[in-house]
């Protein structure tokens, strides 16, 4: 499935709101446009609706993604972001490897300094490569669907008593 086909993203994103869809959207052309030899992979978890960007069809390959939690803002993310440089410290995260940056607005996205993460974290990740690893050029894949989700504007039924 190409760039171009967007047709199960949608539908995954539909309980978002339209402004957290098209940010989610315009920073999946973000990557796209610098990385089209890359590999989209899609999640859709219980709770997030996740798409990374990988050299492979693997996620332990994926060296950005976008995570779509809820209403209020969208995750971009760096997989192995404990692993590139910070220097004006604005990923946030503390674990042993994932480094992410909220946004709730286009205007958020500090693109120049973005843009050299994710140049860093590509390289990181090619770098990372197993010598048997398949290579695939432009792909869509969706991962994974889960049957239960957590997602805006459905309640979750209550115990009862």
């Given at each position: 499935?190409p760039?171009?086909?967007?047709?199960?993203?949608?539908?995954?994103?539909?309980?978002?709101?339209?402004h957290?869809?098209?940010?989610?959207?315009w920073?999946?052309e973000?990557?796209?446009?610098?990385?089209?030899?890359?590999?989209?992979?899609?999640?859709?978890?219980?709770n997030?609706?996740?798409?990374?960007?990988?050299?492979?069809?693997?996620?332990g390959?994926?060296?950005?993604?976008?995570?779509?939690?809820?209403?209020?803002?969208?995750?971009?993310?760096?997989?192995?972001?404990?692993?590139?440089?910070?220097?004006?410290?604005?990923?946030?995260?503390?674990?042993?490897?994932y480094?992410?940056?909220?946004l709730?607005?286009q205007?958020?996205?500090p693109?120049?300094?973005?843009?050299?993460r994710?140049?860093?974290?590509?390289?990181?990740s090619?770098?990372?490569?197993?010598?048997?690893?398949v290579?695939?050029n432009?792909?869509?894949?969706?991962?994974?669907i889960?049957?239960?989700?957590?997602?805006p504007?459905i309640?979750?039924?209550?115990?009862?008593?």
């Amino acid at each position: 499935m190409p760039k171009s086909q967007t047709s199960e993203l949608l539908t995954f994103l539909l309980p978002f709101d339209n402004h957290i869809v098209e940010l989610a959207l315009w920073l999946r052309e973000f990557v796209w446009d610098r990385y089209p030899h890359c590999n989209e992979l899609i999640y859709d978890n219980y709770n997030a609706v996740a798409v990374g960007w990988s050299p492979t069809e693997k996620m332990g390959d994926t060296f950005c993604s976008i995570g779509v939690y809820g209403n209020k803002d969208v995750h971009f993310g760096f997989y192995w972001g404990s692993k590139i440089a910070d220097p004006e410290k604005m990923l946030l995260g503390n674990g042993n490897q994932y480094r992410y940056i909220k946004l709730n607005t286009q205007a958020d996205f500090p693109q120049a300094y973005i843009e050299k993460r994710v140049a860093d974290a590509y390289a990181y990740s090619v770098s990372q490569l197993k010598p048997k690893s398949v290579i695939l050029n432009g792909q869509t894949i969706v991962k994974s669907i889960s049957a239960k989700k957590k997602r805006p504007g459905i309640v979750a039924p209550t115990k009862k008593k």
